[in-house]
């Protein structure tokens, strides 16, 4: 797959068929890979933290381009087909491939109640969907013994896909720590998309989203969401 170097972040020149393709093609041959969506937000963290610019691993991880920015980028550069894969959107167009393949979910972060929330709205929306297990992890550091009961129970859950929504950078971290110790071939990261599918953020209209002006209505939000769906 091929990457546009934008600040040293490698963004993958795709869209959302091209996402959903590869992401198929993990799970039908069982291999471990992890999704960064990313943002403005997430390219500039990278600035600041090298380490987080080298989590995703090559041959391991995909850095989608979740901000209209990033698209607009990659066009620069010449990869004309690159359009935004959005965390959320990608979330409901796995969703609705899943009922008739039969791919299994877990669902990962989220404060208190959220994820068995975003687990219920999805099987009303995709009836059939199998969803196999929900976790709404403390918000502190876990200890290691916390840390392999969490690994034991989705392993046992047997998912396909891990969706994970810590938030970047706290997702991306957990993301690269865990894609050799879980079985399941797929782990993405969508941030804010649990908030945004159960009801207790809004979204951006879909104009602002395409005009790259997510931002802008993020800020003049009440209860501003945190980056990890991106701008």
Partial sequence: M?????????????????????IEGWIARRES??????????????????????????GRASVTPDGMPLVWLSRLRGFRHVDRVYGPDLML????????RGYRHFFYGGAEG?????????????????????????????????DREIVRMI?????????????????ERWMASHVGRL????????????????G??????RWMQRSGLEWLFRSCSPNPVGCGGGI
């Avoid at 890979?33 to 090559?58: A, F, N």
């Avoid at 167009?93 to 008739?100: F, G, P, T």
């Avoid at 199998?130 to 290691?144: E, K, N």
């Fill in 93 to 100: 167009a796995l969703c609705e491939r899943s009922v008739a």
């Fill in 200 to 205: 207790r953020k809004p979204q951006a209209p």
């Fill in 2 to 22: 091929e990457r546009v170097n934008i600040l040293g972040v490698g963004v993958s020149a795709i869209d959302m068929a091209m996402a959903l393709e590869t």
């Fill in 183 to 198: 079985t399941a071939p797929v782990l993405i990261g969508v941030g804010a998309a649990f908030d945004f599918h159960t």
């Fill in 33 to 58: 890979h992890y999704i960064c969506v990313t943002g403005v937000h997430g390219v500039m963290e990278s600035q600041r933290d090298e380490g987080l610019r080298r989590i995703p691993q090559p």
């Fill in 155 to 171: 392993n046992e859950a047997a998912p396909d896909i891990v969706w994970v929504g810590l938030s970047t950078p706290k997702q």
């Fill in 114 to 146: 959220v994820p068995e929330q975003l687990a219920e709205v999805l099987r009303r929306r995709f009836p059939g969907l199998q969803v196999v297990g929900t976790y709404s992890p403390p918000f502190r550091p876990l200890t290691a013994e916390e």
